[in-house]
Structure formats: structure tokens, C-alpha cells
């Protein structure tokens, strides 16, 4: 199985450039979730959607947007990118009474 | 608000020596608490969860954690800890007490294990 997907691994961007992150998952969750990990902070929260149809801002949502493509699908959107955002994103999923699955990451650099 | 706080940002232990990591959780209620390792370069993995029950949780790996509602903690516990056991180490809480979503992570604690 391959469980949570994210593509792609790794991405150089310069300041103002837009770019999608992709998640897919195979194990029929209905919620999703993005994550950014930076250093010494854990993770926080960007947005998450509880059930395809929905989305909703998590504790760090500024500069982002989302799509819930479908149930598998779950995108992560930065429409001009900022140095700022340069980190570790990570997107989960999960069902209710299962604990959350990640993916491996995409691993973002913004000069 | 809810809060998961991981006191130690790093530990070093000798392989074969006992490991305790610490986590404190602020929550209302009776929570839902996870702990996940992170390997270098890697997503994360769930180790083990609570959920309801019997407060000494067993996970994978030889891991264990006790749920200790009057110290509010979720200490992670392995009795001879092993070199592949070297990773970083993320306590969480489920923000709004479910089994599924919006977790709030600790800092997380970075192991370094001596030969």
C-alpha cells in the first residue's frame, strides 16, 4: 500500500513564483491535512479538510490555499511565494478512530 | 488552548540504557494523545496512541507511554534503547479531543544515541 503520497519530494522556487504541492492517499480517509515543519517549531497546522467539500483554516494559513480535488486528493497551493515559507510540508489523512498517517514530504526552498 | 509541551529539545543516552522522554499536555479534557518518530530525511510514524483505557500504552518498536491524568503527561518510555533508535520524537494532543484530526504537536525531542 502505498498510503500517503506527496509530490514532489523536493522544490526550489524563487520569490513571487506560484507552485501546487500534491497529496493523494489510498486508504479511503475522509480527512486531510497539510502541515509545515521548520526547524525547532514541531508542526503546525496550515489546513485541513474534514470530509470531501470542505476546508478549513488551521493555526498557520496565511500565503496558502487548498483544494479537495476529490476524496484521494488534497493540494496545497502557494500563489506567490515568500522566503518565509521555505520549509518541510507534510500532509496527513485520517479516519475516524485511526490515528494520522503522513506522507514523506516535499521539501520546499523559496530564494 | 490546548498546549503539548516536550521539556527536553535533545538527549543523548548510551545504546543498551533506559530512555524516558517527557511530555505535558494542556487539555480540558480527557485528551487523545499520540507519539510519533520522525526519522532523518522521513515523514513520521505513528509509535502508539491513547485513546481511552488502561493508561500504559504499548507501541511498536518496544515503546511504551503512561497516561498520567493529575501530572497532565504522556512520558514515552523504552527500557534498552537500540542505535536505530536515534530520530527525533513528537508528542501530540487532538486539538478538540477526537481520535481524528487538527493534532497539536509538541517541538518535538531530538535522540542521540551513544555507542
Known amino acids: 500500500n502505498a498510503g500517503v503520497t506527496q509530490t514532489p519530494k523536493f522544490q526550489v522556487l524563487k520569490t513571487g513564483q506560484s507552485m501546487t504541492l500534491q497529496c493523494a492517499q489510498d486508504?479511503?480517509?475522509?480527512?486531510m491535512y497539510w502541515y509545515r515543519q521548520d526547524p525547532g517549531m514541531g508542526l503546525r497546522l496550515i489546513y485541513y479538510?474534514?470530509?470531501?467539500?470542505?476546508?478549513d483554516k488551521g493555526e498557520v494559513p496565511n500565503g496558502y490555499n487548498v483544494s479537495r480535488l476529490n476524496k484521494r486528493e488534497f493540494s496545497l497551493r502557494l500563489e506567490s511565494a515568500a522566503p518565509s515559507q521555505t520549509s518541510v510540508y507534510f500532509c496527513?489523512?485520517?479516519?475516524?478512530?485511526?490515528?494520522?498517517?503522513f506522507g514523506d514530504g516535499t521539501r520546499l526552498s523559496i530564494l | 488552548a490546548q498546549s503539548v509541551t516536550q521539556p527536553d529539545i535533545h538527549i543523548t543516552v548510551s545504546e543498551g540504557a533506559s530512555l524516558e522522554l517527557r511530555c505535558n499536555y494542556s487539555?480540558?479534557?480527557?485528551?487523545?494523545l499520540f507519539w510519533y518518530v520522525q526519522s532523518p530525511g522521513q515523514g513520521l510514524q505513528l509509535l502508539l496512541k491513547?485513546?481511552?483505557?488502561?493508561?500504559l500504552v504499548q507501541g511498536i518498536k518496544g515503546f511504551e507511554a503512561e497516561f498520567k491524568r493529575s501530572q497532565s503527561s504522556f512520558n514515552l518510555r523504552k527500557p534498552s534503547v537500540h542505535w536505530s533508535d536515534a530520530a527525533e520524537y513528537f508528542c501530540?494532543?487532538?486539538?478538540?479531543?477526537?481520535?481524528?484530526?487538527?493534532?497539536?504537536f509538541g517541538k518535538g525531542t531530538k535522540l542521540s544515541v551513544k555507542p
Open positions: 496527513a489523512s485520517t479516519q475516524v478512530n485511526q490515528p494520522q498517517h
Open positions: 486508504m479511503n480517509h475522509n480527512s
Open positions: 479538510s474534514a470530509s470531501e467539500g470542505t476546508t
Open positions: 487539555y480540558g479534557a480527557t485528551p487523545y
Open positions: 491513547y485513546f481511552s483505557g488502561d493508561t
Open positions: 501530540a494532543v487532538s486539538r478538540y479531543g477526537g481520535s481524528q484530526g487538527n493534532l497539536i
